[in-house]
């Protein structure tokens, strides 16, 4: 089974939707904490949704549980956290959530996309969902970055 991940900084919506579009996204996962913000653009929840379903034909869900806490958050990108801390934080609190068993591997078959903000998945929240899920599954995940 494959899953993909993206970030929305740095596209335009025409090349962000347009390489949804190329690999056969079907539902777009939200994995930010904030979905709102109008730091957004074209990805805050409601345009999200709406371009999703009208340009690629995709659902649009936020889930929160796979994000991480606004404390992490805040102390990492005040610096007060590395990356490798902040990853371990972040590993320890999914495990914590259990998110393997809340989330059905079969609703991983519609082509599904997880969203986050930063462009490039090496110090990604996104990544590590993906991947923590992809070890915790039977079936295990194939991970395109998109």
């Known amino acids: 089974m494959e899953i993909y991940t993206a970030g929305f900084t740095r596209w335009t919506a025409r090349d962000f939707f347009g390489a949804l579009g190329a690999h056969g996204v079907r539902r777009i996962v939200d994995v930010r904490l904030n979905n709102t913000s109008q730091l957004s653009a074209f ?19 936020h889930e929160a549980s796979l994000a991480p806490t606004s404390e992490m958050l805040k102390a990492y990108r005040a610096k007060e ?33 997880l969203l986050c903000s930063e462009h490039g998945p090496e110090c990604c929240h996104r990544r590590l969902v993906a991947e923590y899920l992809g070890d915790h599954w039977s079936s295990g995940l194939q991970i395109t970055h998109i």
């Open 43 to 61: 990805a805050k929840r409601d345009d999200l949704t709406y371009f999703a379903e009208q340009l690629i034909g995709a659902s649009y869900v």
């Open 81 to 113: 956290l590395s990356w490798a801390e902040y990853e371990q934080l972040f590993l320890d609190l999914i495990e914590t959530r259990a998110i393997e068993s809340t989330f059905e591997e079969a609703s991983f078959e519609t082509p599904t996309v």
